[in-house]
């Protein structure tokens, strides 16, 4: 027995040798590994487990196969600098080499698009520029399927005979480079199976390539962002297997073929947004089964919608805004489209009521409609859209804002409601038992031109962001219960009649005041377009993109600007143009450094400009004309892009950059908080200067006694 085990071990041990021998690396794989980690700048730590002395089939990010050969690299997102080796070239079997999302610059070596063996190539989210160069013609065909080179800073013309040696490509991701010149055509000549091609967000120009039309197994074929122009060709609607279309944000035209849009059965994803397509939505559209979103937003299409559009029951997204649609939406059966989440018809001439069968999409979240010719009232069967998020209703004609509130409350997920332009020179609601709306966070009724004053009900919205109600004709003061809107950043009550002095109460709101309060993220976006200032006009997505702004222009308060003011450190713009305030523009303002906008024109304002304002470093519009304010304008810092239309109106300012020019007293005029500061600061100097003074001189008559009593002694 003991003779028996004794050979059972040698046995192991020997099948043991002869495993990890078959496991051992390549030596010369070896090498050109250590020479490509050698090559780095940064080698993001692999060089801890890259050892020349130790088999590099264990290393980090090395696979090999049972011979020991290398066969993939996989080092994404290890934070890698510098430039790729071409001795990651000479690794005879590598199938696949991923080395996305580091920070490697340089060119991709030719090494590497030549290989006899690399499958999938991946370098996506690095810094690589210049040319993608042609293969050699000599070269023999190459087994590469997958190139992935999105996300870099490549330039040039795009390579094309290239393509046509790579027989079994399968997708092609170019997106997010610099690529300039004509899209190529002969992706698919060599390979029946090339099925993605991603070429958005270049500089391509020119038609889309006839020869597209001959990859019968393209799935995705996307070029958004780029100066594409022309018509779509032809033959492009014999790639029947596409699935997902995307040419967003060019310049093609045209009308949409009727015939040939049948062609593409499969179709699931559209989006040719931001073009100039013409014509009509064809009635073929509703053959499409299979569609989920149809994207045609910014578009010149006009005519109504098809009926057929009803047909396409996956719908799950309709995005038609920013065109010429005529006609009533009663055209289309929405309740046909139980999946539909996203709905977007607005900036478009559509007119009669909301159709009842839109309330039927249960799944619902976004419905804006704004900017069309839709009137009458909403109904109760709105309720049913229990998923709704965003409601833009905006400028049309619909009436009844009082019934429209209470409709709308009842819609527990509403983060987003934008009613403005509509319920024309009606009562804003004053009932204090409106509740609801516990998850708004933007509200904007503006441009109605409504009477009454600001409800009572609105201190209920504790989510509150954003509140627009400008435009209108609301009257009384600005309500205490203001700050009590922890989370409101964003207040724009501008253009109307409201009266009194700026409440203490506008100056404790939380989110005004400090940066660091809580500001969760919206989960859809919501687009304001925001004016900010004479020339800071912004479109924002989000309520946490939006400018922490409070705009209170051309209304009719009264008395002084706070001083308290000085408090809101968060603020980027600040409005308090066209009112009846006076005294001085008080020396807080300076600590607002986020400060961009400051408008106080067209006030009875008094005094000097404060001095300190230079320290605003961010601050780009700055407007004090029409008021009542002298003395120098301060020099330095933003003051000196400012436009004397800045400071027109106060004949007793003084300036180099104005007509009137100041002399030595008005130059010397400073507000009494600078000459406190003055005082402050030069009172002890002298202070130092003539106590230093008496000590030397007191110095001076003792050391002379001194020597004096020494010499008679």
């Known amino acids: 027995m003991p003779s028996s085990g004794l050979a059972t071990a040698a046995l192991l041990l020997l099948l043991l040798a002869v495993a990890t021998s078959a496991m051992a690396c390549v030596e010369q794989e070896k090498s050109s590994l250590l020479r490509f980690i050698a090559e780095l700048s940064q080698d993001g730590g692999i060089a801890m487990s890259w050892q020349n002395g130790t088999d590099c089939c264990v290393w980090e990010g090395i696979t090999c196969n049972e011979d020991g050969v290398v066969i993939e690299v996989h080092l994404a997102s290890k934070g890698l600098e510098g430039q790729i080796s071409p001795s990651l070239g000479e690794l005879t079997s590598l199938s696949r080499l991923n080395l996305s999302y580091n920070s490697l610059s340089g060119g991709l070596p030719a090494e590497l698009m030549s290989s006899g063996s690399i499958v999938v190539l991946d370098v996506s989210f690095n810094r690589l520029n210049g040319d993608l160069q042609e293969l050699n013609p000599s070269v023999s065909d190459q087994p590469l399927q997958v190139l992935n080179i999105s996300s870099n800073r490549f330039t040039g013309e795009f390579p094309s005979i290239t393509w046509e040696k790579m027989r079994n490509l399968v997708a092609i991701n170019a997106s997010n480079n610099s690529f300039t010149g004509h899209i190529p055509s002969s992706f698919c000549s060599s390979s029946t199976s090339f099925a993605v091609l991603d070429l958005g967000y270049n500089q391509f120009s020119g038609n889309i390539p006839p020869g597209i039309g001959k990859c019968s197994a393209l799935r995705l074929l996307k070029a958004d962002d780029n100066n594409i122009k022309g018509s779509f060709p032809g033959d492009l609607f014999n790639a029947t297997s596409l699935e997902y279309l995307s040419f967003a944000n060019n310049g093609l035209q045209g009308t949409i073929d009727d015939a040939l849009v049948v062609k593409l059965i499969n179709l699931v994803f559209v989006h040719l947004g931001w073009n100039r397509f013409s014509g009509k939505i064809p009635n073929s559209i509703g053959q499409l089964k299979r569609l989920e979103e149809l994207h045609m937003n910014n578009n010149n299409l006009s005519g109504e919608l098809p009926s057929s559009l009803g047909n396409c029951t996956n719908l799950a997204t309709i995005n038609l805004r920013s065109n010429s649609f005529t006609g009533e939406l009663a055209k289309v059966n ?279 304002l230079v320290n605003l470093h961010f601050l780009s519009e700055f407007n004090v004309s029409y008021n009542d304010l002298k003395g120098s304008v301060p020099i330095g810092g933003q003051f000196s892009t400012f436009p004397s239309s800045s400071f027109a109106g106060n004949p007793e300012l003084c300036s180099p950059m104005l007509l009137h020019r100041c002399n030595v007293a008005e130059a010397d005029l400073s507000p009494p908080s600078s000459k406190i500061d003055y005082i402050n600061k030069v009172v002890p100097v002298i202070a130092f200067c003539v106590f230093f003074g008496i000590g030397v001189l007191y110095d001076q008559i003792v050391v002379s006694r001194y020597f004096r009593l020494n010499r008679l002694r």
């Open 334 to 612: 929405f309740s046909n489209l139980p999946n539909l989440k996203t709905l977007d018809l607005s900036t478009n001439y559509f007119t009669g009521i909301i159709p009842e069968s839109i309330y039927s999409c249960s799944n619902l979240t976004w419905l804006r409609l704004s900017s069309n010719r839709l009137h009458g009232q909403l109904t109760n069967k709105i309720g049913n859209l229990k998923s709704i998020a965003f409601v833009s209703l905006s400028y049309n004609n619909f009436t009844n804002i009082t019934n429209t509130i209470h409709i709308l409350k009842s819609l527990r997920n509403l983060t987003t409601l934008l009613i403005g332009g509509n319920f024309m020179h009606e009562a804003m609601p004053q009932d204090e038992t409106i509740d609801g709306f516990e998850n708004i966070k933007g509200l904007s009724i503006n441009d109605c031109t409504l009477s009454g004053k600001i409800p009572k009900w609105l201190s209920k919205l504790k989510k509150l962001k954003v509140l627009a109600l400008y435009n209108n004709k609301l009257s009384g003061p600005i309500p205490t219960w203001i700050n009590s809107l922890n989370f409101l950043k964003y207040v724009d009550i501008s253009n109307n009649s409201l009266t009194g002095e700026i409440p203490a109460a506008l100056m404790e709101m939380p989110m005004l005041k400090s940066d660091n309060v809580s500001d969760s993220s919206v989960p859809r976006g919501f687009p304001f377009s925001v004016y900010a200032g004479a020339c800071l006009c912004f479109q924002y997505h989000t309520a946490t993109a939006l400018p922490k702004m409070l705009n209170l222009g051309n209304n009719k308060f009264t008395g002084v600007i706070p001083n308290e003011i000085g408090e809101l450190k968060a603020l980027v713009s600040l409005n308090l143009s066209f009112n009846n305030l006076n005294r001085e523009i008080p020396q807080s303002i300076s600590n607002l450094k986020n400060l961009m906008v400051l408008d106080l024109s067209y006030n009875h304002l008094t005094g000097a400009i404060p001095p300190a």
